[in-house]
């Protein structure tokens, strides 16, 4: 049976990937835009955050495997994967507006009560602003390649980004009109050879230069001096990151990153020290394409552990 999506009032066949992404979908209106989810399984609730250019679909190996036992949920941010791309004149593709968006799904969607979180890229600043906001409802959390301080010291912005974040020239027509971010990624974001029906899961909703403004607005709101909007959302998280709890904190990292490498980890680990970690020394930004069975093992044992050592 061939499911279809919703994007920007079209509706899209899965055929090409179906296999892949077997789910039914929902839909949150936020303020007007509609906000396409996954919502599999029940139990105690596990939120997914993704980052940039991914969608819900980059946590499908999760979601088959923690449904068994878990009501996972996977958002997809607006503009990305199924829910509506509308123009920059009609949303705000900012950080303070990603972290808005996640708490009225999460007010909608698990009103009371704790949950697991789970996150990637640039999901994880999005997600460890909501959880450092709301410390109560948070129980476990799961953090992969991603951020959630201001670039190390030792790091240097990359230059592909600083083309993208400054050089409209340069980033309107690669990045909306010849999708080379969401592209790039398929190569540069993997050790593992995709195959081509994951390849068109990964990049089918960024299938016209009006759905991809999103991959390019969230390059462009990596805060780099107090005057990017995003500034003030990073500092406090960067403030506050050390109110984790460390036991129930676990790192999954991708060591060949092209952008996250183990220098953030390392960051991290310096602000919760004693949290578990693992380095996968032969994945990379992909870390959940590379590694799908050792990391979705890892993950569902530290949740059923409450915070026990794994093996």
Not at 25 to 47: F, K, M, Q, R, T
Not at 170 to 175: D, E, L, R
Request: proline share 6%; glycine share 6%; hydrophobic share 40%.
């Amino acid at each position: 049976m061939v499911t279809c999506r919703r994007i920007n009032g079209r509706i899209t066949s899965t055929r090409e990937f179906e296999s892949e992404y077997p789910f039914a979908p929902h839909y949150l209106d936020i303020n007007g835009h509609l906000l396409h989810y996954l919502d599999e399984g029940a139990g105690s609730p596990v939120l997914m955050v993704h980052g940039n250019p991914t969608w819900s679909f980059y946590f499908r190996h999760l979601v088959n495997r923690l449904s068994k036992e878990f009501r996972t949920l996977v958002p997809d941010h607006i503009g990305c994967g199924f829910s509506d791309k509308p123009d920059p004149k009609t949303y705000d593709y900012t950080l303070a507006s990603r972290v808005s968006d996640l708490d009225a799904f999460v007010a909608h969607t698990v009103p009371q009560g704790k949950l697991d979180l789970i996150v990637h890229d640039w999901g994880g600043m999005i997600g460890l602003a909501w959880a450092l906001d709301h410390p109560d409802r948070i129980n476990r959390v799961v953090i992969t390649n991603t951020s959630g301080f201001f670039l190390p010291e030792t790091k240097r912005f990359p230059w592909m980004l600083w083309l993208v974040k400054y050089l409209n020239w340069f980033s309107v027509p690669a990045v909306l009109g010849l999708n080379l971010f969401a592209k790039g990624a398929l190569y540069l974001g993997a050790c593992t050879r995709l195959s081509a029906r994951v390849k068109k899961g990964l990049t089918a909703p960024y299938n016209s230069p009006s759905n991809r403004i999103a991959t390019l607005k969230f390059v462009q709101d990596i805060p780099l001096t107090p005057a990017d909007p995003a500034w003030e959302v990073v500092a406090r998280v960067d403030k506050r990151i050390h109110r984790l709890n460390p036991d129930q904190v676990l790192f999954l990292w991708g060591a060949k990153d092209f952008v996250f490498d183990t220098c953030f980890l390392d960051e991290f680990l310096k602000r919760l020290p004693g949290a578990q970690s693992h380095v996968f020394s032969d994945a990379g930004h992909y870390l959940f394409e590379d590694k799908p069975e050792q990391t979705a093992d890892r993950i569902h044992r530290f949740l059923g552990s409450d915070g026990m050592a794994l093996l």
